[in-house]
T-cell receptor, first 116, second 115 residues
């Protein structure tokens, strides 16, 4: 987990609220990622960003939004449009050297979001 | 499309015995393969990866994995299990031709080491 921080560790949201999860890295990594983890389903990609001011949708982007204004930061907003947001959210980062890059993704400690 | 299968939801091993956690993959091109471990309520920790070269890859904490192209497998192994190895293990694959979104994870295998 070293070098990638996520806050808060636990987050509780009421129905209809937007919440923002923080992810910061000091590894000088180019690319950053957000995954959602549900029991028995592995990790599913929400959004990713290869460079500042650019990001792409992953497999399950609906109901989520992101920004990448700084290289070291990639916050995720869970909007009220996300139907079932209760999950464990993991941020990751890696170097990115283009197609075929062999760089390893390293993960933060995660944020557990619960909808009340 | 690429995919990863971890056929066992749970593997039980006695402490001191060898362990194997299975992974098979499907990609269009040549694969990059990864193993991660997750302890309860924690992020994923990188164990090892296969890029090219020797089919036997050595990683952290005494783990190793064997790449078998003909069987499209990348099984994780350890000669002697420790109780502290008990955790959730994920296999992941990236197509060599893939973009930054290209890492696909299996559903995970719970490894339980019994004292």
């Amino acid at each position: 987990d070293g070098g990638i921080t996520q806050s808060p560790k636990y987050l509780f949201r009421k129905e209809g609220q937007n919440v923002t999860l923080s992810c910061e890295q000091n590894l000088n990594h180019d690319a950053m990622y957000w995954y959602r983890q549900d029991p028995g389903q592995g990790l599913r990609l929400i959004y990713y960003s290869q460079i500042v001011n650019d990001f792409q949708k992953g497999d399950i982007a609906e109901g989520y939004s992101v920004s990448r204004e700084k290289k070291e930061s990639f916050p995720l907003t869970v909007t009220s449009a996300q139907k079932n947001p209760t999950a464990f959210y993991l941020c990751a980062s890696s170097f990115w050297r283009g197609t075929g890059s062999t760089d390893t993704q390293y993960f933060g400690p995660g944020t557990r979001l619960t909808v009340l | 499309a690429q995919s990863v299968a971890q056929p066992e939801d749970q593997v039980n091993v006695a402490e001191g015995n060898p362990l194997t956690v299975k992974c098979t993959y499907s990609v269009s091109g040549n694969p990059y393969l990864f193993w991660y471990v997750q302890y309860p309520n924690r992020g994923l920790q990188f164990l090892l990866k296969y890029i090219t070269g020797d089919n036997l890859v050595k990683g952290s904490y005494g783990f190793e994995a064997e790449f078998n192209k003909s069987q499209t497998s990348f099984h994780l192994k350890k000669p002697s299990a420790l109780v502290s190895d008990s955790a959730l293990y994920f296999c992941a694959v990236r197509d060599m031709r893939g973009g930054a979104d290209g890492l696909t994870f299996g559903k995970g295998t719970h490894l339980i080491i019994q004292p």
